[in-house]
């Protein structure tokens, strides 16, 4: 099974900027879509971003749009969330996801902790 790792979380001021990255690691037979979503303490997971295998297509969170972008990398099983103009309500776990299509997304990464303190 493939594996997927996060990177780049930590703590911000709010109105800053953060970058996060995942990469699938193990066998890969296939180019993935790929995605995040978040969740709050309490709260109920939120999709944040999603990109097709093409990368031509893009979708966001309504929560996020015009804040935060989405890309892939050189390599097609890579993903990033350029997130800027943070605020405080953006704190969470943010997963990384992935699937064969955008709606299939069945891998999961274990989360990293983005922090926007006010």
């Known amino acids: 099974q493939v594996q997927l790792e996060e990177s780049g979380g930590g703590l911000v001021q709010a109105g800053g900027s953060l970058r996060l990255s995942c990469a699938a690691s193990?066998?890969?037979?296939?180019?993935?879509?790929m995605g995040w979503f978040r969740r709050a303490p309490g709260k109920e997971r939120e999709f944040v971003a999603s990109i097709t295998v093409s990368g031509v297509f893009v979708n966001y969170g309504d929560s996020v749009k015009g804040r935060f972008t989405i890309s892939r990398g050189n390599g097609k099983n890579t993903v990033y969330l350029q997130m800027n103009s943070l605020k405080h309500e953006d704190t969470a776990v943010y997963y990384c996801v992935a699937g064969r299509t955008v709606s299939d997304f069945g891998l999961w990464g274990p989360g990293t902790q983005v922090t926007v303190s006010s």
């Open positions: 193990g066998r890969t037979f296939s180019s993935y879509a």
